[in-house]
């Protein structure tokens, strides 16, 4: 089955630094879509980029469907950008989408 | 804008007892919806998906009697956590498509609590 893979899997960076954030895949995927989810639990839906180059923010997410793999940039870090973010693809138009145990970013004051 | 919204977003519940949770297509219809939890220091698995006029598919580990889902319209879907236990604990995200689109929207979860 699909398999994602995240990295780093942990991260931290002093606030006003930039983050990049690593997603592989197995699987050709149809759908990928990056959450942030908050240290309380909360899943909030970034971006969803299957290919290309995405921004929204201070996000901008580059997906290279050939090479299986996305990555997340995160520039002028804040405090609240601290939890973890999950990268999901699916390999068709459906719904199964497999998720990345995730990176759990903490920005320091 | 599109919108999902779950609830309730956060629940304790007794073990043994049950618990529903809805899920509400906000400035869209759904034809889809997939229902997903993710149990502490484990990622998110799929539940089950729901389309409208079709069956609703269970995966492997989920079964109707445990996880029964109500989708009565394009608008709203509940999904039942029937003699919840520890091992139910976590969060539950529902993730809609959009009649229109085919894009994917997804809530920010509902978090059960099982004592």
């Known amino acids: 089955g699909q398999q994602v893979q995240q990295s780093p899997a942990s991260l931290v960076l002093q606030e006003g630094e930039n983050a990049e954030l690593q997603c592989n895949f197995s699987?050709?995927?149809?759908?990928l879509q990056w959450f942030y989810q908050s240290p309380g639990g909360s899943l909030v839906s970034l971006l969803s980029n299957p290919s290309g180059t995405k921004h929204t923010g201070r996000l901008t997410s580059t997906t290279v469907t050939k090479e299986r793999r996305s990555s997340l940039h995160i520039s002028s870090s804040q405090t609240t950008d601290s939890g973890t973010y999950l990268c999901?693809?699916?390999?068709?138009?459906?719904?199964?989408?497999?998720f990345g145990t995730g990176t759990s970013l903490l920005v320091d004051p | 804008g599109a919108l999902v919204y779950q609830y309730p977003r956060r629940t304790i519940c007794k073990s043994g007892t049950s618990m529903r949770m809805e899920c509400q297509a906000v400035?869209?219809?759904?034809?889809?919806v997939a229902w997903y939890r993710q149990s502490p220091q484990k990622t998110f698995e799929l539940i089950a998906l729901?389309?409208?006029?079709?069956?609703?598919?269970?995966e492997q580990n989920f079964t109707q009697e445990k996880f029964p889902i109500s989708h009565p319209n394009l608008s709203f879907s509940s999904m039942t956590v029937l003699n919840a236990y520890l091992e139910d604990r976590g969060l539950y995200l529902c993730?809609?498509?959009?009649?229109?689109?085919?894009?994917?929207?997804f809530g920010e979860g509902s978090k059960l609590t099982v004592l």
């Open positions: 729901s389309t409208v006029n079709s069956a609703i598919k269970y």
């Open positions: 993730g809609a498509r959009g009649r229109n689109t085919g894009q994917l929207y």
């Open positions: 400035g869209f219809q759904a034809t889809s």
């Open positions: 699987s050709t995927a149809t759908q």
């Open positions: 999901a693809i699916a390999s068709n138009m459906g719904y199964k989408l497999t």
